[in-house]
Every structure is written in C-alpha cells, then in structure tokens.
C-alpha cells in the first residue's frame, strides 16, 4: 500500500492494512488526511473489506466495537489529530479535523466517538486550562495509545449520559472524590478521565471544578469501573459507568483553578458542539442520503429523480448542504476567532441537529421497506436513526444550547448593526476549505464577545448578500427568485430583533421563556440562511465541483424549505430548479462523491 495521502489522484487504496504492524506514513493538510482515512477504510459495501458494513454491522449487533477497524484507525495515528501540533500531534484547526472525521462518521457513528472524538472532548480542557505537564502528559498519553474520556458535570435537563455528578472535598495532600456516572463512553477502558467535580454547594458559577484522573495515580480500591450500559444507540460504543469511593486526588490533578469548571465547560463545549455537528451530524447525514439515492437506483423506473421522492432527495440535498454552511462557517469561526464562538457553536449545534433531525424522517419514507433491512446494503440507515440522536445528546443537547442561546436574544433587542455597513462577518468564514486556520483552545471564551464577528455579524451578512442579490436579479429569472427571497429573510431579522425588543419589555421573566425558545427556532434558522447565502456567494466557480455551490439552485431550494418552516410566504420556485438540483446530486452519487461541500471522491 502506498503510505502517502491520495487526494485528487484518482486511485484508491486497497481496503484494509497493509503487512506488518508498522505505523502509517501520513502528512499532508486536513484535506489529504480525509481522503487518506477514506482510501484507507476502503469502499463500505465491497465484499471481503474488513471494514465495510457488513464487519460494521457485525459489530454493532455484538454490541462490539469493530476492532480491526479501530486497530487500523490506531495505526493511522487518530488520536494525533486530537493533540496539537505544538505538542507533536496534527490537530492545528477543527475544520480540518472535521474533514479527518467525516469518513468515519460516513461509516459507523459510534466508532467516530469511541475510537476517536470523545478524546478531544476530554483533552480540550487541558489544552484550554492545563499546565505545562498536564498538557504534555496528557499529549504522550494519547500519542502513545492511551485513552482518555469525559465525566460531565450533571445538568438539569440530564439523560443518563450526563446523570450522576462526583463531589471533592479537600484532604491532605488534595481532595478526596466520591460519586458516580452509570453512562460514560470509554468508562472501562480508559487510563484518564477528564471529570467535572462538584466542590461547592448550590449551582453557582463556582460550583464545580475540573480534574484530570489518572488512574495510575490513584489507588485501585478507590476506582470500580462499573458493568457496560446497554444503549438503544451507538451500541458498539464501550459505555460504562465508574465509581469514585474516597478516592485520594493529589492537589496537582486540578486543571485550572477551583470552581472554574463551569466556565470551562462553556468554553471547550464550544469545540465539542462544532465537531459534533461538522463531523458526526453531517457525515452520517450524508450517508442516510446515499442510501435513499441507491434505494431509487434499485428501484423499477431506476435512478431518475421526478415526482415526490426527487423533491424530497433534492430538498434535503440542499438542506445538508445548507447545514454544512453552517457547520463549517461555525468551525472556522473557532479557527480565525475563538473568542467570539460561543454563541455561534450553540446556533450551530441547535440548528444542524434539528433540520437534519427533519431530514431523516424524509429520507425514511422514500427508502420504505429497504429502511428496515438489515442486512449490509442498506442496515447502515438503521443504524443511523439510532445512532445520530445519541450524537446529539437528544433534548439534553437541546436544553444545553438554548441555555446560551435563549440570553443572547437579548442584543438582538438592541442591535445597533441594522441597515449599517461595516458589520458584516468576514469573507474568511464562509471558504469551505480555504488555506489552513488554528485554533487556541486558551481563546476561548465563556462570555459573548463582539458581535460583529459572531452571530450578529452573520445577521449582518445576511442584509449585505440580500443588497448584493438585488444587484445581480437581472442574470435570470432563478437569480431574481433567489434575491426575492434574500430579501424576505432581510425583513425576517428586522422583525426577529422587534420580536426581541417586545420580549424583554416584559416584566414577567418567567414567563419569557416559551416565546424565547420560538425566537431561538428562527434566530438559528436566519443563521442557516446567512451561511447559506455567504456560502454560495464566496464560493470559486472556477474550482472542481464549486460550480455547483455558485449557483442560485441549492440555496433558493434552501431558504425556501427554511422559509417555509418559520411559515412565510414564499414564492414557488422557478421551473426546473428542483430537477436540476437532483440530476446534480444523481451526478455526485454516480461519480463517488461526498454530498456535503467538498464533495470528495468517496472509496
């Protein structure tokens, strides 16, 4: 096997490792990296691939982790996208690590969180918060082959994922921890935990701190690693639970300073949030859409998308793709400006999950009877219907994001931005894979930053494309259909931010808060909306399948659904755009690429 990334070469790399225990050669931007996992996993419905979905499904039956497929992902040095460069890994931005990720969504959720993402999930707190040896410790760990996961603190709104907390109270030499979490991925075979420990009473903002756990730093009797928890979802995942009985923590374990765990958490949920929904959520999104694009292809009349299922197939085409503007203009905020990602990541994560949600319920209903199969050509949407909730954590990843969100409507009641120049996002954000971006986990932050840069600024954006539209309309009739609706989106943020303003003149606070989670339903859809229109308008016609991301089609398709489920009236959309949309995505299916916006050539 040739050990060097494929990207745009056209050949393929043989399923499965090669000879020898040898680590894999790997170099390259984030892009090449992607394509090298997807050449490396090889084609998913080949016969004889150990890691196609026939071994997957196998797994996943058995309640089992594919382990030749995790073997071969260790090989490939995973857990080096996790750790900085600066620390001896790969990971410089996020949005090249979602790239990373996305073939391994595209196959099997649960391997993308418990053979990977659920790594950064933990360490991001030591890279945001840790000292100079937790961070270099925790590095080696996972460069290594060791394995690090999360305890998370309890929320209000808790599934059983993130029910049950660890309590620390101090004790010579540090603290001693009790407690225990019955669902925690990775519980039984990790060798670190990153926990978030309760240390003062109340649910204060000082109420908790957070501990790396090593576990050889900790006395055996004071550590029982409870039996697997059976899940409905991500079944091949290892989840666990553990138990801390008086368990000696030397002082040293503390990653930052007491009580700064619930700030800590916002700051690094940030990252988990973006990744989640430009990784797991859009790859495993795409896939879903594959197999109802190959369910048509098997069907009698064959691969000719007319009559409802090419509306359906074309429409959530347009959704994924509009959800991946989003997604990546969220990941590359984290890139270019961290500080200001904390309303954004919520929006995203909030927004992504939803539409996508909707999205496979469609895709169910053209795959019918094939949407139960389980065997290897079509089990894999089974799989995703259970597997992409869990990956959204369902109504407690709901709650969670509306708990930032819902109090940032409030600078929309006080938006100075509205009809100025000058506020815009920048261009920067809205290049899908354009030149390489890093993030400082140490920027992030726990407050909203200046607007103009987060989600205010993509409002902003969103008024700019609309002038802009009104400038070109004159292209033809799809053009003008596209500004047409620009401009009622336009008038559909004024109106939010006068929504705003009514909302918190009321005295009432409590009774604020079904209002606000309707506002929040629209707030996050105009977001879509800005990232779909500044997606299509920064996008290079010139380069290979960006033709398609220049043109009016997708978007009008886009906002037009989005219109129609904040219940505006919208204009039909002009002849022909539905069709050509799908002979588009019939074309990406027939030529192996991904449906998301890089369309890169599949295995």
């Avoid at 600066?86 to 790239?99: C, K, S």
């Avoid at 990977?116 to 030591?126: Q, Y």
Wanted: hydrophobic share 45%; charged share 25%; with cysteine.
């Amino acid at each position: 096997m040739n050990d060097s990334p494929t990207a745009g070469t056209g050949t393929s790399v043989a399923a499965g490792p090669p000879a020898g225990p040898r680590p894999l050669r790997v170099s390259g931007d984030g892009s090449a990296r992607a394509q090298y996992v997807e050449d490396l996993l090889g084609d998913p419905f080949a016969a004889g691939n150990p890691h196609g979905q026939r071994a997957l499904l196998t797994a996943d039956e058995r309640r089992e982790a594919p382990a030749a497929t995790e073997e071969l992902l260790d090989r490939f040095g995973l857990a080096a996208e996790f750790v900085p460069k600066t620390l001896g890994g790969r990971l410089t931005g996020v949005e090249g690590l979602a790239q990373v990720l996305r073939p391994v969504f595209r196959r099997d959720v649960a391997l993308g969180f418990g053979a990977g993402m659920t790594a950064l999930f933990a360490a991001s707190v030591v890279w945001a918060a840790g000292d100079e040896r937790q961070r270099r410790d925790t590095a080696l760990r996972l460069l290594g082959g060791g394995r690090i996961t999360i305890l998370h603190r309890e929320f209000a709104h808790a599934n059983a994922i993130l029910r049950g907390e660890y309590t620390a109270r101090p004790a010579p030499g540090g603290y001693r921890v009790d407690g225990r979490k019955e669902v925690v991925i990775n519980a039984d075979r990790a060798d670190a935990f990153v926990a978030y420990v309760r240390t003062a009473p109340g649910d204060g903002p000082d109420s908790h701190s957070v501990f790396l756990l090593d576990t050889g730093r900790l006395p055996a009797s004071a550590v029982h690693r409870l039996p697997r928890a059976r899940t409905h979802g991500m079944r091949g995942a290892h989840y666990a639970g553990l138990e801390l009985d008086h368990c000696p923590v030397p002082a040293d374990a503390l990653v930052g300073q007491l009580g700064e765990g619930v700030s800590l958490s916002l700051r690094t949920f940030q990252v988990s949030r973006a990744l989640v929904s430009g990784g797991a959520l859009v790859g495993g999104m795409d896939s879903a859409l594959r197999y109802a694009v190959r369910a048509v292809s098997e069907s009698r009349r064959g691969l000719v998308l007319h009559g409802r299922r090419g509306r359906v197939l074309a429409g959530v085409f347009a959704d994924l793709l509009a959800c991946d503007s989003l997604a990546v203009t969220g990941l590359r905020l984290l890139d270019l400006a961290p500080e200001h990602a904390l309303v954004p990541s919520a929006a995203v994560k909030y927004a992504v999950s939803a539409l996508l949600h909707e999205d496979l319920d469609e895709l169910a209903a053209v795959l019918g009877a094939r949407g139960y199969d389980r065997g290897p050509a079509y089990g894999g949407f089974q799989k995703l219907v259970r597997d992409l909730p869990v990956a959204g954590l369902g109504h407690a990843g709901t709650a969670d994001t509306q708990a930032v969100l819902v109090p940032h409507l409030s600078t929309l009641a006080h938006a100075t931005w509205r009809g100025e120049a000058g506020h815009e996002a920048p261009a920067a954000l809205f290049t899908p894979g354009g030149g390489d971006t890093a993030l400082d986990f140490r920027r992030l932050d726990a407050e909203p930053r200046d607007p103009h840069n987060g989600c205010d600024g993509l409002l902003a954006t969103l008024l700019g494309a609309a002038g802009r539209l009104d400038g070109i309309r004159g292209r033809g009739p799809r053009w003008a259909a596209l500004a047409d609706l620009a401009r009622l989106f336009a008038a559909e943020v004024h109106s939010l931010a006068e929504r705003c303003v009514t909302l918190f003149r009321r005295p009432d606070a409590g009774a604020r808060a079904p209002a606000a989670y309707v506002l929040v339903d629209r707030y996050c859809l105009l977001l879509a909306a800005a990232s779909t229109l500044a997606v299509r308008e920064n996008a290079d016609p010139g380069t290979a399948d960006a033709g398609l991301l220049a043109e009016p089609d997708w978007a009008l398709l886009a906002l037009t659904r989005f219109g129609r489920r904040l219940g505006l009236e919208v204009p039909d959309l002009p002849d022909g755009v539905t069709q050509d949309l799908a002979a588009r995505l019939v074309d990406r299916y027939r030529r192996g690429r991904s449906f998301d916006l890089y369309g890169m050539r599949l295995a």
